[in-house]
Nanobody
Framework: QVQLVESGGGLVQPGGSLRLACVIS????????MGWYRQAPGKQRELVAT????????NYADSVKGRFTISRDNAKNTVYLPMNNLKPEDTAVYSC??????????????WGQGTQVTVSS
């Protein structure tokens, strides 16, 4: 059973930065496409960033492009999401998961607890 543990969230002012981390319980980070998702209250879960297995090609939702960067450290079984120039609309619970390489919302494992990001002045 794969376990996902997200961390790094918090309260930040607009324009601020945070760095999220997702530790996966098994040495599999490089073998699967991974995604960072977020869910705001009353809204559906949204995919914000992906990284492919192998070559590590990244892709981003238009709303975060140029501000968020997904990366992974295979040796640490960790996927990261540094977030810059945060906006109030980025407020959500952020979670990571493995994903089907061709279907963004087909995830592979049970969700972790996520990490809350709140952007407010």
């Amino acid at each position: 059973q794969v376990q996902l543990v997200e961390s790094g969230g918090g309260l930040v002012q607009p324009g601020g930065s945070l760095r999220l981390a997702c530790v996966i319980s098994r040495t599999i980070v490089g073998a699967y496409a991974m995604g960072w998702y977020r869910q705001a209250p009353g809204k559906q879960r949204e995919l914000v960033a992906t990284i492919t297995s192998g070559s590590g090609i990244t892709n981003y939702a238009d709303s975060v492009k140029g501000r968020f960067t997904i990366s992974r450290d295979n040796a640490k079984n960790t996927v990261y999401l540094p977030m810059n120039n945060l906006k109030p609309e980025d407020t959500a619970v952020y979670s990571c998961n493995g994903k089907d390489p061709y279907r963004d919302y087909v995830t592979l494992w049970d969700w972790g607890q996520g990490t809350q990001v709140t952007v407010s002045s």
